[in-house]
């Protein structure tokens, strides 16, 4: 009681200071109480923060990690597995493009004479992307296990060559067609040149360097109009971005063999055709139009000349591909440093037969028992060439190379497949 009268009415002013000092007191402890709660929950703000901001990096992290399409002990053990040769000597080759058209060709010879293959592919939709994926299954029935990834993505490359020391790399992968870098430029300069070097700082910083071969083309003789083309001929006058491409890439390729030891050799390949080939050439989307009923267009050169190729078999150009790895010597650099001068040859792969449009045409109506409904029309100004035409004495001394097969007779055996993949022999036409 007395305490709650002292309170409420103080009896001497020196009790009044005392009772001051206790209320102050009190609001101090008040105010201290409420700003140790606003500290407290300041800290409960900055630890939920902190706890959500690392919770959306493991998220993001391991979002990343489980949508990559590589990495993983497992799928190391099938790179492994791939690339382990089954004869004495046996190469072990990282194919690049290996679910293109030429790349599923020399991943299938390599493996059926006993060398380790792994493929490596993007799988863009250039063109029908289910075609790739048909040919990577039948790669894949050969024990060839094919990696979906992109030569620009360096992380990918150092992993592979980690993975599995490569004796030789087939680069195949790049932005093929003439014409349509008119649409696309910029794919041509991501794949054929940024991919390009990308994959040379792999091999230079790979230990045991690799032999690279790889494919170059026909078209970087551009304007040049001495026939047949030989390796020595003037390439210095591309007609399209594509073959400009090319060309740098022989440049390119130069840089790394005389700076980092890498053994580069490169395929100038002359308009390759055959089964399992690609639906952008000539020769295919004719089939397809011819079987369709629907007109195709013949281009000619300046006053209605035919234009003419030097029309190559696929089976031939792979033996071109396996005759130039095993004539490669051994890359001269190691730690990313050259220890020698390395070996730099460039090739050339054709028909040495060159064939005109027109008779391209007439071969596919025989094979087809179709008539085709031509329309002619004057070569746009897109990058073609009238005419190709392979000297291939260099290919022929040096690699053994001897092309055997005739447009005929390649063109039949391409309408086979083509009648087989696409259901015609079967149960007619499949709508594409
Ligand atoms: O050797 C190469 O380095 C290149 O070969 C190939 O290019 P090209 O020789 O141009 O083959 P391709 O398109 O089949 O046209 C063949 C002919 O048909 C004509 N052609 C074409 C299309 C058409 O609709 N009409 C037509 O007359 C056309 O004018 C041409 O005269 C590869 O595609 C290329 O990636 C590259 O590897």
């Known amino acids: 009681m007395r305490i709650l009268e002292d309170e409420l009415f103080p009896s001497t002013p020196g009790k009044v200071k005392i009772e001051r000092a206790h209320a102050i007191n009190r609001q101090f402890n008040r105010c201290f109480a409420s700003t140790s709660t606003m500290f407290l929950w300041a800290l409960f703000l900055i630890a939920l923060t902190a706890s959500y901001l690392s919770f959306q990096s493991f998220v993001d992290t391991s979002s990343k990690y489980f949508s990559a399409s590589w990495g993983g002990l497992h799928w190391e053990k099938q ?10 000597q046996g190469f072990s080759v990282l194919v690049t493009g290996a679910a293109g058209f030429v790349g ?25 992307p289910s075609l790739k994926k048909a040919r990577k299954s039948l790669l894949a029935s050969h024990g060839i296990f094919v990696v979906e990834g992109d030569i620009n993505d360096g992380r990918l490359l150092a992993k592979l060559f980690d993975v599995v020391p490569f004796t030789h790399v087939m680069h195949l992968a790049a932005q093929a067609g003439v014409r349509y870098a008119i649409e696309n430029p910029a794919s041509y300069v991501h794949s054929n040149i940024a991919g390009l070097v990308t994959l040379l700082e792999a091999c230079k910083a790979a230990d045991p360097q690799p032999a690279i071969v790889w494919a170059s083309s026909s078209s970087v003789y551009g304007l040049n109009e001495k026939v047949p083309f030989s390796e020595s001929d003037r390439t210095d006058r591309p007609a399209s971005l594509y073959a400009a491409t090319k060309k740098a890439g022989e440049e390119i390729t130069h840089t790394y063999n005389h700076i980092y030891g890498l053994s580069i050799t490169g395929l100038r390949f002359f308009t390759v055709y055959g089964p399992w080939g690609r639906p952008d050439m000539a020769y295919f989307s004719f089939t397809r139009n011819i079987l369709q009923g629907k007109p195709i267009t013949v281009y000619s050169g300046k006053n209605r000349v035919d234009l003419a190729r030097d029309f190559t078999y696929i089976d031939d150009i792979v033996k071109g591909c396996l005759g130039s790895l095993d004539t490669a010597k051994k890359s001269t650099g190691s730690g990313g440093k050259k220890r020698g001068p390395a070996q730099y040859r460039i090739y050339n792969l054709g028909n040495t037969s060159p064939v005109t449009v027109p008779m391209l045409v007439s071969i596919l109506e025989r094979h087809l028992k179709v008539k085709a409904k031509r329309n002619v029309m004057e070569m746009p100004g897109n990058g073609d060439v009238p005419f190709t035409h392979a000297n291939i004495s260099l290919a022929r001394a040096e690699l053994g190379y001897k092309p055997t097969t005739n447009l005929e007779t390649g063109l039949k055996k391409f309408v086979k497949w083509y009648l087989q993949y696409y259901g015609y022999s079967r149960r007619g036409a499949r709508n594409l």
Request: glycine residues 8%; without cysteine.
């Open 79 to 88: 790179i492994r597995a791939s690339a382990e040769p089954r004869r004495s």
């Open 104 to 128: 599923t060709h020399v991943s299938l010879a390599l493996r059926k004479r006993g060398d380790g293959v792994v493929g490596l592919d993007n799988f863009n939709s250039y063109y029908d």
